[in-house]
Nanobody
Framework: QVQLVESGGGLVQAGGSLRLSCAAS????MGWFRQAPGKEREFVAA????????YYADSVKGRFTISRDNAKNTVYLQMNSLKPEDTAVYYC??????????????????????WGQGTQVTVSS
């Protein structure tokens, strides 16, 4: 069982920055998803613990950066140039070690077995 603990959400003005953290007890890869009211959960970014390959949704490319600290078993999501449309509950998730998930699977909620409790990010205009 993988435990995930998120932190770092809050309220920020448009153009501002926030950094989310997710402490994980295991897993092969980590992802960040978000869900706005009335919308489906959508992929934001993912990273593999080994090798550090990263993947991003087109809507956040160039603004968000996912990174990991293997020694601390922590994944970060640095969010810059935030927009009101980034407002959502952000969830971190962990993918199982086996079978090794594909890039496509890491962009889908079904590719993850474990989820954090979510943290609210609100961007005011």
């Amino acid at each position: 069982q993988v435990q995930l603990v998120e932190s770092g959400g809050g309220l920020v003005q448009a153009g501002g920055s926030l950094r989310l953290s997710c402490a994980a007890s295991g897993g092969y890869a980590m992802g960040w998803f978000r869900q706005a009211p009335g919308k489906e959960r959508e992929f934001v970014a993912a990273i593999r613990w080994s090798g550090g390959s990263t993947y991003y949704a087109d809507s956040v490319k160039g603004r968000f950066t996912i990174s990991r600290d293997n020694a601390k078993n922590t994944v970060y999501l640095q969010m810059n140039s935030l927009k009101p449309e980034d407002t959502a509950v952000y969830y971190c998730a962990a993918a199982e070690t086996l079978p090794i998930p594909t890039m496509r699977e890491l962009q889908l909620p079904s590719g993850y077995a474990y989820w954090g409790q979510g943290t609210q990010v609100t961007v005011s205009s």
